[in-house]
Every structure is written in structure tokens, then in C-alpha cells.
């Protein structure tokens, strides 16, 4: 039967029963000898023994565990929930971008797809290991990429006659591409981009990855002695005399509870600011800076990338043949094999739902964790919550006896307050929870700085841009190690190697670089680039440049028959 249909009166004649058996029992056999008892100790005679109060032990234990993962149930489920289905479309739209920008090499470049498959897998390996917390950056996974892209568009597109491939050329033609920079501002606008969006993705991954850590430790953190003392005291002493239906004082449990409690409860304010830092880094998500269209325009600026290297394709074959000597070449192109196009309509609307569906999540998710704000400031009330205390009855054990009300000062929650504590001793703070509350204030302040400074930095880049990216991000430096970047290290020089050659290029016939001829209903184009071919002013090259690149992203839509 529970307390709460018991009149108090009836439960405050039944101890007096129960006591004056006791009495009897103990006049008889004798009473247990005061001693043996280390947390039960009383005046009245007792029915408890040593044993028994190991037993308790070991059991406030085992419920004190229980309790809190019940209160960390739904927000345990809300994380670990939000992780998974954040994995899952995260995963999602990298295989999508990275079908998209196979689809790309296999339709509009032909010669060097299959070659391409390779670097193209690395770099959207590189880009999931970034978000996942890997020590690795954005500007690593990009130019790393535009490295081994280089020697293919060298070889199969600007001179696609070159049969001389070996490790020593391609090496150099990737240590040429640091130097040189054949895909001008592109790779650097990619990282810029890129980091921008997948900087808010890592550090939501690490965000949910630090909540799941912070309930896991608050669910395990080991009992005191003192307070698994004060939890027997309240719930099991009471029995010692026969009181099995009586329950502690609310205040009296406060105290008990607060106590415990104390190192926890000191989490609240770095708690707070968690999920303040949570709700900032969905809305980046859900805003600008989307994972999704992030992902799903690498393919285009890998492919601005490749059309500027051909059109200056001239020049680079001067500045290679300094360096890198004259390959052996033949006659024709190499085939590029079978070609699988791109499924355009399924790709779009798998993205669509996986898109809807991660938005109706981040929402759902958001609006629980601002109702769990003072989840930790709350959880010793939330304890005393229900049935472990006496709320509906004149009656309540107060730790010693059955009174009416709890007379002692109730203390407040943490852990300075409870210096004034009747009920147990508090230490200190719990090492594991110190560890804690440091890794979550030095998370918030990092993510705070970083936010700061991205804000300045991209609202700055954007309003001195005008109406389009000049080439000065080459060396800008815009984007640094906070991004996922590496600052203005992009190029390791080549410049004395130059000094050794010859200022001119030497004579030779060169192979014409292959741009595609475009054919839709409306418009027909032909852009060839040969050696008397070099686009170098302002305004021409960035007009022929931002047509080509539409031309080419309606290539992609119509595949060329194989």
C-alpha cells in the first residue's frame, strides 16, 4: 500500500507500535550493542545489523545510478538520437557529392576519369574524417587533392599526347602546382567555402560527442562515503526501527540530495552555455552555411578549377617545361573507357528528404535541449520528486525520528552552499566532474572565438569583394587552422629551380589542351586554347571564364555518347 493513502495519524500510531515492540524484543533478547552499527545508530532499539547496513550500501548505490539514468533517459535519447541521424545524412550527402563529382570527370572529362576516381575518393574521405574530429584540416584534404588532380589535367587534357608519366614527372608536376598555382583562385575559394560550412559540422559533431561524454560521467560518478552514509541514513534507517512506510522530510532529502549532488550541480553554468553554443551551431547549419550545399558544389569548383587551367594551358606548359623537362609524347588522346552517367533526377530528390529530413530533426532536436537548460541546477529537486518523500502527510523521518516537519536550514544547490549543510560533509569537487566542466568551458570559449572571428573575417572578405572573388585570396590567408585551414601555406616554392631556366620557353609544337564543344538548342560554342591561345587580361578572361563554366555545367547534364 503506498504512504500516501495512509492517514498520517494511523502512520504515526502504527511507529509507536512498532517501537514498543521493539522495546520488548530488546528487553528480551538484548539490545544490538551501538558499536556494531557505523551509520543506524540510535537511542531506540534497532532490528539492523552491520551486515544489513553493508546491504544498504550497496544498494543506494545501485538506485542513485538508476535514478539518474531515468532522469537522463530523454536527454540521453535526444543526443545519442540527434548523433545518429546527423551520421546518417552527413554520410548521405557526402556519397551524393562524391557521385556527383565522378559523374563530373566522367562526362565533361573523359580522358583522365578514371584516373580522377582515386583523388576524388581521398578528398571526400579526407573531408569526413575532418567533420568526425580527425587532426586533419579542410585546406590539408583540398590542396592535397588539386595536387594529384594536376598531373592529370597536365597529361590528359592541356597536353593529352604525354606518355611520360613516371613517378619522378608527376611528382614534379605536383610540386609545380604548389608553386605556380594552375587552378588560380578556385582551390583557394573551394577551402574558403568549404571550411566556412564544415567548420559548423565538426564542431556540432564534437558538441554531441562532449553531451554524450557529460551524461555518460554524471550517470557513473562514484558516491562519496559521506554521501552514501547520509542516502542509507534517509532511506534505509527508518526500517532499522520498523518504519517501513515512512518517508524522509522534503527538506531533509534536499539536503541529502544537494549534497550528493554537489559536483554535479556545478556543472549548470558551463551546462547553459552548451546548449547556447548547440542552438548557435544548428541555425549556421540550417543557415548559409549548410552542409549539404556545401558539398554538392565541390563538383563546380573543381570544375571552374579545371577550365582555368586549360585556358591558361600555354603558359603552364612554358613553366612546366623549365622545370620538369620535356615528356615523351604520341599522337592521339587516351580513351577514357566506359562512362556511367549521372542520375540527376534520383540524386536531387535524395537530397531533397535527406534535406527535409535533417531540418525537422535539428528543430525537434533544438527546441528539447533549451528546455533542458537547467537540467543539472534542477536534478536534486527532480530526485526528491515523486515518491521518495513525505508531501501529503503531517508526518516525515528527518534522518533520526518521525516528526512533523523538518526544522533544520535547507541548503542551496552547489557547491559552496554546502558548507552549511546539516546533513553530510562535501569535500571538495569530484576530480572526474573538474575534468568535466573543463573540457565543456574550454569547448564554449574555443567556439565563441572562432565564431567571433569567422563573423569579422567573412563579413570583411564579403564587403571588400564587390561583385566577385579576386584573385588576391590566392595569398590572402583568409582561411587559417580555426577554419580547418593552414593560413598562406598553400605553395611550397619552386622559385630557385625557375632562376636555373631559361626566362623563355623553349620552341616546340604543342598538343592543342581539349575544351569541350557545347551543344544545346540554343546555343552552340566552340572554346579551343592553343599556344598562340593565352587569356590573361582582367576582363576578358573572367567573362570567357564564367561562361565556360555554365556551358560545361550543361555538359554534365547531357552526356556525350561514348
Known amino acids: 500500500m503506498e504512504s500516501g493513502f495512509i492517514p498520517s495519524q494511523t502512520l504515526f500510531k502504527g511507529w509507536q507500535w512498532r517501537h514498543s515492540v521493539l522495546l520488548e524484543i530488546s528487553a528480551y533478547l538484548g539490545p544490538f550493542?551501538?558499536?556494531?552499527?557505523?551509520?543506524?545508530?540510535?537511542?531506540?532499539?534497532?532490528?539492523?545489523?552491520?551486515?544489513m547496513e553493508e546491504s544498504y550500501q550497496a544498494a543506494v548505490r545501485r538506485e542513485r545510478t538508476q535514478s539518474i539514468q531515468a532522469l537522463n533517459f530523454e536527454l540521453k535519447y535526444m543526443i545519442v538520437g540527434h548523433t545518429t541521424a546527423f551520421q546518417e545524412a552527413f554520410e548521405s550527402f557526402l556519397r551524393l557529392a562524391e557521385n556527383r563529382t565522378r559523374s563530373l570527370f566522367e562526362t565533361a572529362y573523359r580522358p583522365m576519369a578514371k584516373e580522377a576516381a582515386e583523388p576524388v575518393k581521398e578528398l571526400f574521405t579526407d573531408i569526413s574524417l575532418y567533420i568526425l574530429g580527425a587532426d586533419t584540416t579542410v585546406e590539408n584534404a583540398v590542396l592535397r587533392f588539386f595536387d594529384s588532380l594536376f598531373p592529370l589535367v597536365y597529361s590528359r587534357l592541356i597536353n593529352p599526347g604525354i606518355t611520360d608519366l613516371s613517378e619522378d614527372y608527376t611528382e614534379?608536376?605536383?610540386?609545380?602546382?604548389?608553386?605556380i598555382n594552375p587552378f588560380g583562385h578556385y582551390s583557394k575559394n573551394m577551402v574558403t567555402e568549404l571550411s566556412k560550412s564544415l567548420w559548423a559540422?565538426?564542431?556540432?559533431?564534437?558538441?554531441?560527442?562532449l553531451g554524450t561524454e557529460v551524461i555518460n560521467t554524471t550517470e557513473h560518478?562514484?558516491?562519496?562515503?559521506?554521501?552514501?552514509?547520509?542516502?542509507?541514513?534517509?532511506?534505509?534507517?527508518?526500517?532499522?526501527?520498523?518504519?517501513?512506510?515512512?518517508?524522509?522530510?522534503?527538506?531533509?532529502?534536499?539536503?541529502?540530495?544537494?549534497?550528493?549532488?554537489?559536483?554535479?550541480?556545478?556543472?549548470?553554468?558551463?551546462?547553459?552555455?552548451?546548449?547556447?553554443?548547440?542552438?548557435?551551431?544548428?541555425?549556421?547549419?540550417?543557415?548559409?552555411?549548410?552542409?549539404e550545399m556545401a558539398l554538392m558544389g565541390i563538383w563546380n569548383s573543381i570544375n571552374e578549377a579545371i577550365l582555368h587551367a586549360q585556358l591558361n594551358g600555354p603558359q603552364l606548359s612554358a613553366t612546366v617545361d623549365k622545370v620538369c623537362g620535356q615528356p615523351k609524347q604520341q599522337e592521339g588522346n587516351l580513351s577514357s573507357g566506359h562512362i556511367v552517367p549521372l542520375k540527376e533526377a534520383t540524386e536531387a530528390q535524395t537530397l531533397v528528404l535527406a534535406h527535409a529530413s535533417l531540418n525537422n530533426k535539428r528543430r525537434e532536436f533544438i527546441n528539447y535541449m533549451k528546455r533542458s537548460r537547467t537540467f543539472y541546477a534542477s536534478i536534486a529537486e527532480r530526485l526528491c520528486d515523486g515518491d521518495l518523500v513525505m508531501r501529503d502527510s503531517s508526518t516525515c523521518w528527518n534522518g533520526e525520528d518521525v516528526v512533523e516537519s523538518y526544522t533544520s536550514r535547507?541548503?542551496?544547490?552547489?557547491?559552496?552552499?554546502?558548507?552549511?549543510?546539516?546533513?553530510?560533509?562535501?569535500?571538495?569537487?569530484?576530480?572526474?566532474?573538474?575534468?568535466?566542466?573543463?573540457?565543456?568551458?574550454?569547448?564554449?570559449?574555443l567556439d565563441a572565438e572562432k565564431a567571433?572571428?569567422?563573423?569579422?573575417?567573412?563579413?570583411?572578405?564579403?564587403?571588400?569583394?564587390?561583385?566577385?572573388?579576386?584573385?588576391?585570396?590566392?595569398?590572402?590567408?583568409?582561411?587559417?587552422?580555426?577554419?580547418?585551414c593552414q593560413g598562406s601555406g598553400d605553395r611550397i616554392h619552386t622559385a630557385d629551380i625557375l632562376k636555373d631556366k631559361k626566362t623563355h620557353p623553349e620552341n616546340r609544337n604543342e598538343p592543342k589542351p581539349t575544351v569541350r564543344k557545347i551543344v544545346t538548342t540554343t546555343t552552340a560554342s566552340t572554346v579551343k586554347s592553343s599556344s598562340k591561345h593565352s587569356v590573361t587580361g582582367n576582363g576578358s578572361s573572367a567573362a570567357l571564364s564564367s561562361s565556360l563554366v555554365i556551358l560545361t555545367a550543361l555538359a554534365v547534364l547531357w552526356p556525350c555518347p561514348p
Open 410 to 445: 535547507v541548503v542551496s544547490s552547489g557547491l559552496k552552499a554546502q558548507i552549511n549543510n546539516p546533513e553530510l560533509k562535501v569535500r571538495g569537487l569530484d576530480p572526474l566532474i573538474s575534468t568535466l566542466i573543463d573540457k565543456l568551458q574550454n569547448f564554449n570559449q
Open 201 to 209: 559540422s565538426r564542431m556540432l559533431s564534437q558538441a554531441l560527442s
Open 221 to 291: 560518478a562514484a558516491l562519496t562515503k559521506e554521501c552514501s552514509r547520509a542516502l542509507v541514513r534517509m532511506q534505509y534507517c527508518p526500517h532499522c526501527q520498523g518504519l517501513t512506510l515512512i518517508r524522509p522530510c522534503v527538506g531533509y532529502c534536499l539536503n541529502v540530495m544537494r549534497g550528493c549532488l554537489a559536483s554535479v550541480s556545478e556543472l549548470d553554468m558551463q551546462w547553459r552555455e552548451y546548449i547556447s553554443t548547440l542552438e548557435y551551431l544548428t541555425n549556421e547549419m540550417a543557415a548559409s552555411h549548410d552542409l
Open 33 to 51: 550493542k551501538e558499536a556494531d552499527l557505523q551509520i543506524c545508530q540510535d537511542r531506540a532499539p534497532t532490528c539492523c545489523t552491520k551486515k
Open 172 to 179: 614534379c608536376l605536383r610540386l609545380t602546382r604548389q608553386d
Open 452 to 484: 567571433k572571428l569567422k563573423l569579422e573575417r567573412w563579413a570583411s572578405r564579403d564587403a571588400g569583394s564587390g561583385g566577385g572573388r579576386s584573385e588576391e585570396l590566392e595569398t590572402s590567408g583568409d582561411c587559417d587552422d580555426e577554419d580547418g
